[in-house]
């Protein structure tokens, strides 16, 4: 069949699938209904002649065929959308979407005066933030930005820090440390009941701590294992046991006196939080107003800390 025209937000679906996994990932990657994207697949499929997926009702996978096509027609797509993006960068206006990938942490301490200002001052873009625990190629799965903290930045991307060192802190609430005593180093967790985190990969996450250059990891032990700081934090709450988290994620119970904190000498700051992203030739108008707002926040973040 001959093909007549191939619209860009058919190729944007097969691609958006098979880098999900799911026609439901892609309609939320996308901003698609399932029924929309679904649509534009099976349209696609009857131009090219081709069936690129083998779908049923509880998975998605590509065919020979349809993986063949993923692979030449991905690189293209990304030059086709470099060069929109160049086009809108010749805007004096800043509109479109930007996706941003961060951990919830992370996002938790740029909604605010970040994100948030920032759509204040630019009404016609869109932001997408995507909350993950575990590190993204954001290239390759679609994002425009990441925030991380620097230590884990890939070296090929731009890094702006944004002036918020991150810093780990162990805490209890004060009726578990009146029952069972609190820990002055590391190694007196091993009697103590703590939250055990499992991470993003499945593997348990090891406390780490340092003082003085001397440092220390403990894989710690205790009544339960979650996956998630708010749940973990739950359970410190209610008196379980005794948790590991970024300070920020139990700043404000500590100043309330919710919860205590602990070994705080042995737990430095360990990285800045930074925003990062690609060095495009040619960066959205939405793109270089973010990134001029990140560097404004974190010079002004720095410069409050003494830095």
């Known amino acids: 069949m001959k093909i007549s025209r191939l619209l860009l937000n058919e190729l944007d679906a097969v691609v958006a699938i098979a880098r999900e996994g799911s026609f439901r990932g892609a309609a939320l990657a996308l901003g698609m209904s399932t029924t ?5 697949v099976a349209k696609l499929e009857a131009q090219v002649g081709v069936r690129l997926f083998n779908r049923t009702t509880r998975s998605v996978s590509l065919t020979d065929a349809g993986r063949a096509f993923v692979e030449q027609v991905n690189p293209a797509l990304r030059d086709i959308h470099g060069a929109l993006d160049a086009v809108r960068s010749q805007q004096a206006t800043p509109s479109g979407t930007l996706r941003i990938n961060a951990f919830a942490a992370g996002a938790r301490e740029i909604i605010s005066p970040l ?3 920032f759509l204040r001052r630019h009404p016609d873009v869109h932001v997408d933030l995507v909350t993950e625990g575990r590190l993204v190629d954001i290239v390759a799965d679609g994002f425009d930005l990441g925030v991380r903290r620097a230590d884990l930045v890939p070296a090929d991307m731009i ?3 944004l002036g918020h060192p991150q810093r780990h802190a162990v805490v209890a ?7 069972h005593g609190k820990p002055h180093a590391p190694t007196d967790l091993a009697g103590q009941l703590c939250i055990r985190t499992r991470l993003p990969n499945g593997s348990l996450f090891r406390w780490h701590f340092e003082k003085r250059g001397e440092s220390v990891q403990i894989d710690v032990s205790g009544p339960i294992t979650l996956d998630e700081a708010s749940l973990a ?3 410190v709450l209610e008196g379980i046991g005794i948790g590991f988290f970024l300070e920020q994620d139990v700043r404000a119970d500590v100043a309330a006196g919710r919860l205590t904190r602990v070994l705080e000498d042995w737990t430095p700051p360990i990285a800045d939080l930074c925003l990062y992203y690609p060095g495009r030739r040619n960066p959205s108008a939405a793109l270089k107003a973010f990134v001029d707002l990140a560097r404004d926040l974190g010079k002004k ?5 003494g830095g």
Do not use: H, I
Not at 36 to 40: C, D, I, Q, R, Y
Not at 301 to 305: F, L, S
């Open 301 to 305: 973040a720095k410069a409050r800390n």
């Open 115 to 117: 994100v948030l200002e």
């Open 159 to 161: 890094a702006v820090p």
């Open 173 to 179: 609430s004060p009726a578990y440390f009146k029952q």
């Open 233 to 235: 934090r739950a359970a």
């Open 36 to 40: 929309g994207l679904s649509n534009a």
